[in-house]
Each structure stands twice: as C-alpha cells, then as structure tokens.
T-cell receptor, first 115, second 112 residues
C-alpha cells in the first residue's frame, strides 16, 4: 500500500488476555517506530527498529510488552496479560534510511481498549 | 515519561483569525517538530526545525526554534475550517533521531 498500515484498527480485549498488534511499513523503509498515545496525551516512544541493528526497546513500559520485526517488513507489538492501563492508541511509523523520525509517516493506529 | 509543556490546551477561534501556540521545556532539544492530528488518524508532520533561532514557514504556518533550544512556537495565519485538529509539538534530544518527546497537544476549533 501507499502508507503505513496497521491492524486491527480497533481491539477490545478482556483484562489478562494477550493481544498482538500489526504494522506494515511503507515498502523500502528501513526504520520502524512504535509509539503509544493515551487519551488526551501526546505520544510516548516505545521501540525503534533500524534495518538489522538491535532495536532500541528502552521505551517499553514493562516486560509484558515485546515487539518483533522480520527484516525490513512487518512488525508486531505484543502485550501479554493486558491491564486497563494499557488502553491507548498504538501508532506505528516508518521512514527511509537513517534520517530519523522527522522523515517518518505514521499509520492510523490501533485503538486498544482493555475491559 | 517527560512531556513538553504545550499551551494553550485548546483554542476556539473564528475563521480568518491568526493562532499562536507554544511549547517549553526545562531541558534542551536539538530538533523541534510540529504535527497535526485529525480524529482517527496518525499525526502528520507540518514543520521541522533543526537550528536554534530558525524560523520556518510552510504556507500559512510559521514556526520558530527558540534561541535557548528550550522552546518553540507555531503560528497559523488566516485560519480556515480545515485547520481544525490537534496540534502537537515534539522534540529530539542530542544523540537520538527517533526518540521523540511530545507535548500534550493543542485542540484547535475554527468557527466558520
């Protein structure tokens, strides 16, 4: 597709269940970012992938959060044993080369609601 | 995590009016970015600022990177109804070109 694609667009899950969020970056983009946006807040950095380098996971809020990326393609963000505080919009972005996030395009996000 | 101090939180203006919003921080940023977010969408970059004192325009938008590197402002001139949305400032610290710190946003409403 032409832009960053995220799925599902909405997810409602019960507290304690695991969820998996998917991001399809723009073809050819080597950098991929995950951010989280809580209601009424700005975005918070979660994790950064750049090519085959080790990802920067320093923004992941707890060990219940993990993310993977296969090569320069799809990424999945997994949240285990979800809690109500995990409710937020999870946004993925991708950018070409090493220019950084100022060159990035964001997807529409996945709205996660934990009940 | 730390967020930038963005103000105002919301603005209600008449079409044709000019708008100004700003962000401040207690620490230095090397890059300032301004985004607009529409409901149900991801943020879209409006303006990027890379040097202290830099003043950059993009159509009716003008943004400046403060001399102290601890603040930035965004002006929108002659507002139109499609300017409605949430505007976010964001900054990058030295050593990172991917770990953005965001403000909480300014909700702009334009009355036609």
């Amino acid at each position: 597709g032409a832009g960053v694609s995220q799925s599902p667009s909405n997810k409602v899950t019960e507290k304690g269940k695991d969820v998996e969020l998917r991001c399809d970056p723009i073809s050819g983009h080597t950098a991929l970012y995950w951010y989280r946006q809580r209601l009424g807040q700005g975005l918070e950095f979660l994790i950064y992938f750049q090519g085959n380098s080790a990802p920067d996971k320093s923004g992941l809020p707890s060990d219940r959060f993990s993310a993977e990326r296969t090569g320069e393609s799809v990424s999945t963000l997994t949240i285990q044993r979800t809690q109500q505080e995990d409710s937020a919009v999870y946004l993925c972005a991708s950018s070409p080369g090493v220019q950084g996030v100022s060159e990035a395009f964001f997807g529409q996000g996945t709205r996660l609601t934990v009940v | 995590g730390q967020q930038l101090n963005q103000s105002p939180q919301s603005m209600f203006i008449q079409e044709g009016e000019d708008v100004s919003m700003n962000c401040t921080s207690s620490s230095i940023f090397n890059t300032w970015l301004w985004y607009k977010q529409d409901p149900g969408e991801g943020p879209v970059l409006l303006i990027a600022l890379y040097k202290a004192g830099e003043l950059t325009s993009n159509g009716r938008l003008t943004a400046q990177f403060g001399i102290t590197r601890k603040d930035s402002f965004l002006n929108i001139s002659a507002s139109i109804p499609s300017d409605v949305g949430i505007y976010f400032c964001a900054g990058l610290r030295g050593g990172s070109n991917y770990k953005l710190t965001f403000g909480k946003g300014t909700l702009l409403t334009v009355n036609p």
